[in-house]
């Protein structure tokens, strides 16, 4: 069995909270099948990050460092792990379900030849096999799949769906990856990168969200689900109805067709729980749901059930805090 090989997202240098999570799940495999765990680093400024990754379970740490990479490029950074992932020999190759790893990996696999198993919320090992749980069916069933014989075997893990296991640091080996700007080139180049104001942490990244739907009857009621956000130390979220009635930017989305979440806590707020919000995030560690409507499909997934009126509930949440 060839190693195991871990591309860490990083944000200003520094990798993202996603990528010890990749980290801690590589290692396990690596562990399992008794092979070596090698992490990989691309960017203008990263070098200083692979301590990082050596003390979360990397054997090896790869750096691509240039400053043409400071900014995302599907394309090129394809490229990147493609020359990689052939001289390392991997055989698995795991990496984020964000939005910019769903563009990359996709990508990777298509030049690769290879399967892709996106978004999972659980590795497991039967008989020597890796088998991976991921949500389908709009989120309301969880399909187990395994590889067939090809090579690499490349896997995204969902964000926050694993955790952290344990520190499992090593002394890692460091290899400074040769850059050559011809060879990885794209025909399209980033010139600059803006980063969405409002001081909020993302929604993907967020520990707590408290979302609002069409229950809060106007849009000027949605500062009371950023009040209760703000004593919560919370990310705000919304529904898709009140996003498409223009309440809130789309940011703030959460569902199928919006933000996908794992939060410890989810507070839904006057959301009814269509099957299209359901789906990105009803596998939160817990669900508070306030709705008027006894019947409403939330209460289903919810570990916690208020029926009442969101208008006056959230006043009276935000005041005991």
Not at 222 to 232: R, T
């Amino acid at each position: 069995m060839s190693d195991v090989l871990v591309y860490c997202d990083s944000k200003a240098g520094k990798p993202s909270p996603i990528s010890f999570e990749v980290l801690s799940e590589g290692h396990k495999i690596a562990d399992k099948f008794s092979v070596k765990l090698t992490a990989v680093l691309i960017g203008d400024s990263v070098s200083e990050s692979a301590s990082e990754c050596a003390l979360g379970g990397a054997d090896k740490v790869i750096i691509c460092q240039h400053s043409t990479l400071k900014y995302f490029n599907d394309q090129i950074y394809c490229s990147i792990l493609v020359d990689i992932a052939k001289t390392e020999s991997a055989g698995f190759i795991l990496g984020s379900a964000t939005f910019y790893g769903k563009a990359l990996f996709s990508r990777l696999a298509a030049v690769l030849k290879t399967g892709l198993i996106p978004d999972a919320t659980a590795i497991e090992f039967d008989a020597g096999n890796l088998i991976v749980e991921h949500p389908g069916y709009g989120g309301n069933a969880l399909l187990k799949f395994g590889f067939g014989t090809q090579r690499p075997k490349i896997i995204t893990l969902r964000p926050k769906a694993f955790g952290v296991t344990g520190d499992n640091p090593r002394n890692a080996q460091i290899v400074e990856y040769a850059f050559d700007a011809a060879k990885h080139s794209s025909g399209s180049s980033v010139r600059e990168s803006i980063v969405e104001g409002g001081g909020q942490v993302p929604l993907t990244e967020a520990d707590i969200i408290v979302s609002g739907g069409r229950g809060l009857k106007e849009a000027a009621n949605y500062k009371l689900i950023e009040e209760l956000a703000a004593k919560l130390g919370a990310a705000a979220g919304a529904s898709r109805a009140i996003v498409d009635a223009g309440w809130v930017p789309y940011k703030n989305q959460v569902g199928q067709t919006g933000k996908t979440v794992n939060p410890k806590l989810y507070i839904a707020c006057g959301i009814s729980g269509a099957i299209q919000h359901l789906a990105g995030m009803q596998s939160s560690k817990y669900i508070v749901a306030i709705n008027r409507d006894a019947d409403a499909p939330i209460f289903k997934v919810a570990t916690w059930g208020i029926v009442g009126n969101a208008l006056e509930v959230i006043p009276a949440l935000i005041k005991r805090l």
